[in-house]
């Protein structure tokens, strides 16, 4: 079982982490446009004009964020209710063991390496700007983009008004933390339709995935509000067409979250733990909460770096399936990369990503001398 690290604010509230790792972990699947299954006894392709709840928050939204009222009610009366949308929000739990060679191994891997070194080349000098402005290196954000969409090809096939209305209002009452959820999918439409009609963009227009992440990098409404950044100075922010603010707003992401330039993400570490003390390193997931000589005298012993390391270390634990699990010592900055994606799975297969694509091109630079 992954060992959960404390929730990603990146998406404003403390609720984003749950959806956004499922999304990220599900970015190169492809999503059904809009099924015509529906629930029993509602019409084929129900559409929100038809909910109270949904006209009363459309109501209560254009009051407060002074937008036309009749404007909101129509972006989320057109919604429609889309019953995949809930079941994908809502997996069943997995009977599989966690594994991290397998896991590795669906991005680590000859198709997207290769589209990798091609994005990687065609965006050089943006991502040495990039890395010099905001000290995020080229093979974090090539590793992200990577990861989320396969460098643009797999945003999602589900109109993000679709996606965020359906959990908005008809997230799965069974579920334990339902108001919750419905409420932070309340806020992120909010956050689209304000940011629609600030930019000029039809929400009924625009695809993402199934819980509302868009464009390259999949960032949801509050961190495209947030975070992303007009990177190729032409006066508008795109995360679905612009290579460059793409690569912007990502540095800017891990920058604002607290990114350390020149800290390695993670060291080697060997355990050699007793089961008291395993448990004490692992209590604080991947949260820094231990000194280098601390974490060594636990019996997590690192190599000469990591004793060297300034600040604060955090054992993150990989499970291999009926194998040992692998261990690495998570820096601050270990702990920055899963503020995008809570998982230190998707950490890990992030940077690793990242740094073979840079071997690649090294390799590819060497053979053409």
Not at 20 to 43: F, H, I, N, Y
Not at 352 to 365: I, K, N, P
Request: proline share 8%.
């Amino acid at each position: 079982m992954i060992r959960r690290p404390l929730l990603n604010l990146s998406l404003g509230i403390a609720l984003a982490a749950t959806l956004c790792g499922a999304v990220a972990q599900a970015a190169d699947l492809p999503a059904k446009r809009r099924p015509g299954s529906t629930r029993p006894a509602e019409a084929p392709n129900f559409r929100y004009a038809q909910s109270e709840a949904a006209m009363a928050f459309a109501a209560d939204l254009a009051a407060r964020r002074d937008l036309d009222p009749a404007w909101v009610r129509a972006q989320i009366g057109a919604a429609e209710r889309v019953p995949a949308i809930v079941r994908l929000s809502t997996p069943p739990p997995s009977t599989q063991p966690k594994n991290w060679a397998a896991y590795r191994a669906r991005f680590i891997e000859p198709i997207r390496l290769a589209a990798g070194q091609r994005f990687w080349e065609a965006n050089r000098d943006t991502l040495a700007r990039a890395e010099a402005q905001f000290g995020v290196p080229a093979s974090l954000i090539v590793g992200v983009i990577g990861v989320e969409t396969l460098y643009g090809r797999h945003t999602g096939n589900f109109r993000v008004i679709d996606a965020l209305t359906t959990l908005a209002f008809d997230f799965p009452p069974s579920h334990p933390r339902a108001a919750a959820r419905s409420e932070f999918f309340r806020s992120e439409l909010e956050q689209f339709l304000s940011l629609t009609h600030r930019t000029g963009q039809d929400p009924l227009a625009l695809l993402g995935s199934y819980a509302g992440a868009m464009g390259w990098p999949q960032f949801m409404p509050s961190s495209w509000a947030k975070y992303a950044i007009d990177f190729d100075a032409d006066g508008k922010v795109d995360l679905f067409d612009s290579p460059a603010d793409v690569i912007g707003s990502v540095a800017n992401y891990f920058k604002t979250f607290g990114w350390q330039p020149g800290m390695p993400t993670h060291y080697p570490v060997r355990v050699e733990a007793s089961r008291e003390n395993l448990d004490t390193l692992l209590a604080p997931d991947i949260l820094p909460s231990f000194a280098p000589a601390r974490f060594e005298a636990l019996g997590a012993a690192l190599d000469e770096a990591g004793r060297r390391h300034p600040g604060q270390l955090a054992l993150v634990e990989l499970q291999n399936g009926s194998a040992p699990p692998s261990y690495v010592a998570g820096t601050e900055n270990f702990y920055v990369v899963t503020r995008y994606n809570w998982s230190s799975y998707y950490a890990m297969a992030v940077i690793e990503l990242g740094e073979a694509v840079r071997s690649r091109m090294a390799t590819a630079g060497n053979a053409a001398r």
